[in-house]
């Protein structure tokens, strides 16, 4: 029975190292990438994905701002992050 149970733990923290790499990949992966567009584009901040004029990019990049909020609290911590841009508002003209 120990052994079972030693093994489930096993699994376990096996899976929870693995979400672990794989949520601190798709931030690096992420930020980098719109780290590339905003010096481009020459911006301070970054938006985690392309810009689009849609309600289902804002959503989805607030859900990024959210998710990501702890890795990039460390990683400008660390001096290598930035600050992520406000919301653009494309509509006006």
Do not use: K
Not at 34 to 63: K, P
């Amino acid at each position: 029975m120990a052994l079972l149970r030693t093994t489930r733990n096993g699994w376990l923290i096996g899976i929870g190292l693995l979400c672990l790499m794989s949520y601190v990949s798709l931030y690096f992966v992420l930020t980098r990438r719109a780290y590339a567009d905003a010096d481009r584009y020459q911006s301070e901040g970054f938006y985690y994905l392309t810009l689009e004029n849609t309600a289902a990019w804002r959503f989805r990049n607030r859900i990024c701002l959210y998710l990501f909020w702890p890795l990039n609290f460390v990683d400008r911590g660390v001096g290598t992050g930035r600050d992520p841009a406000p919301e653009p508002l494309l509509d006006l003209s």
